[in-house]
């Protein structure tokens, strides 16, 4: 344990991808060319960016349970008004409104009401997925109408060669980075998540903050709903009832952001998606069966938290408040 | 005198007579058709409502039946097998008398289906079959569905025909019966045709995404693939992303029931190909099946019947503006 305590759990997280990386550069021919990796990471690029919005609410020491049940429902909403005949940067905008609204209600609950983040987010999405499906959109699966094909650039095309979500999702990584580094409200947010009372006493506003987290949140999301949308030509509400959010924890919770809060950045939610970027890649190449895929994908999740628990024994704080 | 009397009592009565025919005659089949159905309630419990299909089924069924006095209702579990499983066991103990089941798999449901039978509720099975079978099953014959799928992938990417030989198969959910039989009926062809392979076989959980990420994988690893069989046009809007991202001329090979959805795919070129099992023919076919069922008033369980669906192979070239039909809600 001597030599792994030096290390953080995103370094090993990061040398174990590299490792199977060379595992299957030499057992699987085809897996180390350009346009491979290229596709690697295109496809794990939504689940980057919605990383990045789970880390960062998972850094101010929340979760966001609804974040995917959201981000499906303003951005079908969005689409089934643009095919109603909605304009389409109106459309969008009341879809990316109606996302913030819902964020900032999470927001309050959380920060103002005092429900603990995972209840108020189950509640919310749950919430959400089915006021959506009643009174927003009457279909399951919403098509991105004819009006708006000259959007799908941005899901479907390429710019030098490199897909288009690449770029989006290194953009919102960017942003993130700068946010939590430089913007004072993004050093607040971390101050919040590793010592809430701490914060308060030194004159954060706390509960703003933590409502910012959500939003934040909601903002990201909408983005990454757009990416999926384009990228597929229709929104598929029913992923808000799959297992989706659970990846995307996933990739929070690999990459080193710990559950307790305060700690790891935008960093670690590239290094969590390249590792299951190159796991699903290697498995679809290996044509591994989709159910076994899950097996293994749980399997390295628990391993991960395993890791953590032991890198970062829990101090008195989370001890006391728990982890979430 | 006497002469006059009768032919004028004749022709008074010819007359009435007349006046009679032209009132016409009672259809005496009239009276036990109404009868048969005023007051009945059917039940429908689909895998979730909320796309094409299962709005065409209700739509269709609605339809049919509530002009006659019929009751429709719908109970929607909404991808939910267990809650799908809690709505059968409560109509149970409601006695509908007809309940129309879209099964999500070939086991979860059987022996609810079994009870439902013996508790005197006929079972109309739609699409998807459960391993138990009930009064009715309407849906494609998806055995015989992969058969015509694999010969068509044959015609298409055959080395003989000019093609490379290698071909990808999108599932949906692996355990439903769309994706079980029809493996099975691709497997009856494709194992005396090993100049076919098969280089990647994944299921998508009827997830657009998921299609695209595991096609944009097997195009990448088999840049001469040839074409790829889709289970559902929904679903396979993803795999239609990554053929058209990658720039090769795949053949996609898809199915559904006929939404217009699926007519302006080929329009557009996303789909080369769908295998259509029209919706509103399926809907008349469950509706034409209640009522017999309810007019020839015998026990449930005691008559099975399969109606296959007559599978449309839509192209391009032989497709026409009816081919494809609308959801109210889409027009």
């Not at chain 2, 099953?137 to 010969?151: P, T």
């Not at chain 2, 949906?172 to 076919?196: D, F, R, W």
Request: hydrophobic residues 50%; neutral net charge; charged residues 15%.
């Amino acid at each position: 344990m001597k030599v792994f305590g030096r290390l953080s759990q995103e370094q090993i997280v990061f040398a174990l991808a590299l490792l199977m990386c060379a595992g299957f550069a030499i057992a699987l021919p085809g897996f180390l060319t350009t346009n491979n990796l290229l596709n690697l990471v295109r496809s794990v690029s939504i689940l980057g960016i919605l990383g990045v919005a789970m880390g960062l609410v998972v850094i101010g020491r929340g979760i966001d349970l609804s974040l995917v049940a959201l981000m499906a429902v303003s951005v079908a909403w969005s689409l089934q008004l643009a095919a109603g005949g909605v304009p389409l940067p109106q459309a969008v905008a009341m879809g990316l409104a109606f996302s913030l609204l819902t964020g900032t209600i999470t927001g309050i609950l959380i920060a103002y009401v005092e429900i603990p983040a995972i209840f108020a987010t189950l509640a919310m999405g749950t919430l959400i997925y089915g006021f959506g499906r009643y009174f927003l959109i009457n279909l399951d699966v919403i098509y991105l109408p004819d009006s708006a094909r000259g959007f799908l650039w941005l899901g479907q095309g390429a710019l030098l060669g490199v897909p288009v979500p690449i770029f989006v999702f290194a953009l919102v990584c960017l942003s993130g980075y700068l946010f939590l580094r430089y913007a004072r409200s993004g050093r607040y947010l971390r101050a919040v998540g590793d010592n809430l009372q701490a914060a308060r006493i030194t004159g954060v506003p706390t509960r703003p903050i933590i409502v910012l987290q959500y939003v934040l949140s909601s903002f990201v999301g909408f983005v990454a709903g757009i990416v999926t949308a384009t990228s597929v030509a229709s929104m598929n509400t029913r992923v808000a009832n799959s297992t989706y959010v659970y990846d995307v924890i996933l990739v929070v919770v690999l990459g080193g952001i710990g559950l307790s809060g305060g700690r790891g950045g935008i960093r670690n939610v590239i290094v969590g998606t390249l590792l299951i970027g190159v796991l699903l890649n290697g498995m679809t190449i290996m044509d591994i069966q989709y159910t076994v895929q899950n097996v293994i994908k749980g399997v390295i999740l628990l391993t991960a938290i395993v890791i953590d628990t032991i890198l970062n024994p829990r101090d008195e704080q989370t001890a006391q408040q728990g982890d979430i | 005198m006497k002469l006059l009397k009768t032919t004028l009592l004749t022709m008074a009565l010819a007359l009435q007579a007349g006046a009679g025919l032209a009132q016409g005659i009672d259809d005496a089949t009239r009276d036990p058709y109404y009868s048969a159905f005023a007051g009945k309630k059917v039940a429908f419990v689909p895998v979730a409502m909320g796309f094409d299909l299962t709005e065409g089924w209700a739509a269709g069924i609605r339809a049919a039946l509530e002009p006659l006095g019929v009751t429709f209702e719908i109970r929607d579990p909404n991808w939910s097998t267990d809650a799908g499983a809690q709505a059968i066991t409560s109509l149970i103990a409601e006695k509908p008398d007809v309940m129309v089941i879209h099964n999500p798999d070939v086991q979860s449901y059987a022996r609810l289906l079994k009870k439902a039978e013996d508790a005197g509720i006929y079972v109309v099975q739609v699409n998807m079959r459960s391993s138990y079978s009930t009064d009715a099953f309407v849906g494609a014959d998806y055995v015989g569905m992969g058969e015509q799928i694999a010969q068509r992938l044959i015609d298409k990417c055959s080395p003989a025909n000019g093609g490379s030989g290698k071909v990808a198969i999108t599932q949906g959910v692996l355990t439903a019966a769309a994706s079980i039989y029809q493996m099975q009926g691709i497997n009856n062809v494709l194992s005396k045709h090993p100049e076919i392979q098969v280089v990647s076989n994944q299921a998508a959980d009827w997830d657009a995404t998921k299609a695209k990420n595991i096609a944009a994988t097997a195009i990448q690893q088999n840049p001469d693939l040839c074409a790829i069989v889709g289970f559902w046009d929904v679903m396979d809007t993803g795999t239609a992303a990554a053929i058209k991202e990658s720039g090769k001329n795949v053949y996609l090979l898809t199915q559904g029931g006929g939404n217009q959805s699926a007519c302006d795919g080929l329009a557009n070129g996303t789909y080369s190909e769908v295998v259509v099992y029209n919706v509103p023919g399926q809907a008349r076919d469950i509706a034409d099946m209640i009522k017999q069922l309810l007019q020839l008033k015998q026990p449930p369980g005691t008559t099975k019947t399969t109606l296959f669906t007559q599978l449309e192979f839509l192209t391009k070239e032989n497709m026409t503006p009816s081919s494809c039909w609308k959801l109210a809600s889409q027009k």
